[in-house]
């Protein structure tokens, strides 16, 4: 009998979803997602609409489910005395009790586990060390920025050292060095063995930083799995780039010199080029070379590299999050 | 496990406390609460000032009490003034009617007399006695039931209980709580026991203030004679009532903000019901708070000499509450809203967006 109540021990490992749905009203949240996530970064991918949050409120038991079941390395979002102990949550509401300094606001909510204060204020200040606000601890949040907001947010998510770390957007306002910075914070927890699961819409930094990727729309799952899978999916569908450059002619007359360029089109300006390409590391790499024949080239972007474009082939033209 | 549900309570509380005693916009809360005792401490002002003056003018024109109680009406006034000496207040004249009215005034130290003339006849004689501590305690009654119990702790409870769940909600931040390993019930139960604390503090402060502020203006004879003669049961049943007032009223605004999105409707509903308490069947007053409370209360307030005579027909009366099934009955109260409220806060979901 009793063997029959312990979970498996791989279900002890896994962020399950069996068939779940939640309706809000008459409007879909996220509809029938069965998902079983290993430890590792993953990233829920998905326009603005599509179901992210929802699936993040879920598992934490911010919201409940209308049908099916969610268990969290084998407990239910609904106990949560069990839960979060092992899951922290950095949700994307910018709001804070009112009148807290950074320490004082995760000091305190880690005072709701019941530990002493000295262990508190040791949790606390290595949670503000890690995130790098450590000169900034004892000012009121209300004068932080938005970077560190979002950083006072994560170490009051990580300061229990949690197994499970769910984060809602949480490289949104970060400058480019702290956005590295933690990046390599989610690689080091995830080297560790525990789930960081990271909502995102934008592709560039998903592929960056995920082991694997559930990407989203208008409720369902429509893509799940390794990122390399999802990479080459991208891969075959061209990808736009736009080349600012002093002879752009010249620069169009090369670029065909690739079989996997299919596209290329002079901007308007006169001053710029937009060529559409199978294989983006090739064409990268044939763009060193004529840098260094002569064409001055100004700046190099991706145009479409963005998780509205992979939407566009993945769905079949649907435009995300309507 | 009740040590750690007992520290997680505490950590809630302490959590609570700044938003409960310090929040900017709950600085009307205070302004309610102590209003009463500023109105008792400028009570207090006027009735020192004019025992002083009374007691200059005294000194200054001695007249003897039994000499001013022996005026009759249809004396002249230079009969009056003959007997008592000019006038040491005012002497003032008004022709009203083709009647010429005159008003003297006298002291004899204690009470005020206004002799009034028509046409240099004594027509009236009216006496101002000093004010005396049952006239006070009779008065402070009246405000207590009727404002500090009805209105002050009323409001403030809707201000501080409804904020606890519902300004968090319109703040965006009770999620943190909702993501820490804490049972619902535990943060129910810190968070009431946070609004408790704040209102039975402000508002128990202002009661003993107003009480003091009462007692403040009397002779040390005045005071103790009132203190051995049940003063003391008065003042503990003040206190009393006011806490209980905050218990009572505390979970209902408590319960209000976890069930309605907009809990200023549920505390006019509310409002309306134990306003309407006065003019209530026996039956149906005993399903309020303030019938409670109105038992508990030590000296019953006199009735408003100015209602109307037709709602002064709906007045029922119905015997008080014994003390013991009062206060049984507003914790039985409290404990069922805190259930309920408990059922609520497991089922709570957050959706900032829908609040």
Known sequence: MTSQMTPPPIEQSLILFEDVSRFYGEVLGVNRVTLSIPPGITSLVGPN???????????????????????????????????????????????????????????????????DHAECQDRASQAIARVGLKNAAQRKIEGYSKGMRQRIKLAQALAHDPQVLV???????????????????????????????VSSHILHEVDMISDQVILLSNGYVVAEGKIQGVRSEIRDHPMQVLIRCNRPSALAARVFELDTVVEARLHADGGGLLVKTRDADRFYRLLNHIALDGIDIESVAPADDNVNSVYEYLIGGEEPGR | MMARYWAQIRAVIRLEMKKTFLARRGFWVYVLAFAPALMFAAHDLSMLRSREERSAIAAAHPVPEQALRSIQPGMTREEVIAQLGEPNVDDRSVRFRRTRREFLTYTDGRSRYLFGFADGQLESVSIREEETLPQDSLIFATVFQFFFLRLAI???????FTNLFRGEMIDKSLHYYLLAPLRREALLIGKYLAGLLATVVIFTTSAALQLWLLLAPYGSSSVSQFLQTGGWRQIAGYLGVTALACLGYGSVFLASGLFFRNPLIPAGAVLLWESANLFLPAALKRISVIFYLQSLCPVVAPPDRQINPLLALLISSAEPAPAALAIAGLFALTAIVLVLAARKARTLEISYGAD
């Open chain 2, 154 to 160: 009323f409001f403030g409870c809707v201000g501080i």
């Open chain 1, 49 to 115: 609409g599509s179901g992210k949050t929802t699936l993040m409120n879920l598992m934490t038991g911010l919201i409940r489910p209308t049908r099916g079941s969610i268990r969290i390395r084998g407990v239910a979002p609904s106990d949560p005395e069990k839960l979060f102990h092992f899951v922290g949550y950095s949700t994307q509401f910018d709001s804070f009790p009112k009148g807290l300094t950074g320490f004082q606001f995760v000091y305190s909510f880690l005072r709701l586990f019941g530990w």
């Open chain 1, 167 to 197: 984060l809602d957007e949480p490289l949104n306002g970060l400058d480019p060095l702290v956005r590295a910075e933690t990046i390599a914070l989610f690689r080091e927890l995830a080297a560790q063995g525990r789930h960081v699961l």
